[in-house]
């Protein structure tokens, strides 16, 4: 028994010692493989709730702190491989994936502005990050904006710190009142990046938009969308090839929703 | 979205409250099939396939869902974004109701 233990152990060595080292992506794959199979189970039982509360509660309770676990677990694989391809994708992972803000996400926004921020490949995450819950989130778009040394990356790490900004104006009056300094500092930035890079192009919009472009339409946003505004007219069609328009249902509250299954 | 929305346009009834959407997916049916398998029973316009239809590009929608509350006037009450917060968004609605 004890010979065959030994056997054993020796082969399985020599199997390690035969393979090459296992690269460090793979590393990653394999930890967002076994985050998938855990989580699966806890996100089909969230779907067949009975009701909302019910899938509040297995989201809250079950599907946060797991997410909370490997977060911490993807920014210790960072930390073996700093400054790494694969830190980039597991501090990705530990900020987009955690749709709450929590302090494991925090960190790993802390430490992609450390690490990142100059990294020319950094523009699609900035465009994720301004829907990030983190108070982190600025910090991170201000240094890409600051510190990036490829012009066109840097630009549009400035693009989307102005749309985080704008980002942070919402909810009732009370709420956009206490962030309406947001607003102020998005125009100022939007029409400085227009007047001095308004060529440059936001290659992290599907499809792309140049700067001055999309900041026309953000400046639009800020200005005619706000609070206290009135809604411009909609126009089309429904499912069924009825037109209608938004003005038909003046006199009722109407809540708008831009949605889409996909 | 669907569960809260859903309940909402249920509580809502005999109210003067109306639930609209912009729809960005590829196509009417498309839109159709969703509405009938997921009980959608509020009408959504169609944004010509896609997320930079007209509707969606003149109100520069960037995220889904996006939601804006209108009063009975035409006036924007209310925004929010990405991760809807649904109590506030509940709270607002009644408040414009009573109002």
């Not at chain 1, 010692?17 to 690269?23: H, I, N, Q």
């Not at chain 1, 460090?24 to 969230?46: F, M, N, Q, W």
Request: proline content about 5%; charged content about 25%; aromatic content about 10%.
């Amino acid at each position: 028994m004890r010979l065959f233990a030994t056997f054993a152990l020796l082969a399985g060595l020599l199997a390690i010692a035969a393979e090459p080292p296992k690269a460090a992506d793979d590393e990653v794959k394999a930890l967002t493989d076994e985050y998938e199979r855990l989580a699966k189970p806890i996100i089909h039982a969230s779907q067949d709730a009975a009701n909302e509360t019910d899938r509040e509660r297995i989201l809250e309770h079950d599907l946060r702190p797991l997410i909370r676990r490997f977060a911490s677990r993807f920014i210790e694989l960072a930390g073996k491989h700093p400054g790494k391809p694969e830190a980039l994708a597991a501090l990705t992972w530990a900020v987009t994936e955690p749709e709450f803000a929590c302090p494991e996400q925090d960190r790993a926004i802390d430490i992609l502005a450390r690490d990142f921020a100059t990294d020319p490949g950094i523009a699609g995450l900035c465009k994720t990050i301004v829907y990030s819950p983190s108070p982190r989130a600025g910090s991170f778009l201000t240094a890409v904006w600051q510190k990036n040394s490829n012009a066109d990356v840097r630009v549009q790490g400035g693009y989307f710190l102005g749309r985080y900004w704008h980002e942070q104006v919402k909810g009732d009056a009370a709420q956009q009142a206490a962030n309406a300094h947001f607003d102020q500092e998005a125009e100022k930035l939007f029409a400085d990046l227009a007047a001095k890079h308004g060529s440059v192009n936001l290659t992290a919009l599907k499809p792309p938009l140049t700067v001055a472009e999309a900041v026309e339409k953000d400046l639009f946003e800020i200005r005619h969308l706000a609070l206290g505004k009135a809604a411009p007219e909609i126009t089309g069609q429904d499912a069924d090839g009825k037109a209608f328009k938004l003005s038909d249902y003046r006199g009722k509250v109407v809540l708008l929703d831009f949605w889409g299954q996909w | 979205m669907y569960p809260h929305e859903r309940s909402l346009v249920k509580k809502m009834q005999g109210k003067p409250f109306v639930l609209l959407g912009v729809n960005s997916d590829p196509s009417k049916e498309f839109l159709r099939k969703v509405q009938e398998r997921e009980h959608l029973a509020w009408r959504s316009w169609w944004d010509e396939g896609g997320k930079r239809g007209p509707i969606s590009t003149r109100w520069n929608i960037h995220a889904w869902p996006t939601i804006y509350l209108i009063d009975g006037r035409g006036i924007i009450c209310y925004k929010d974004s990405q991760g809807v917060q649904t109590h506030d968004l509940d709270k607002a609605i009644d408040s414009l109701i009573k109002g």
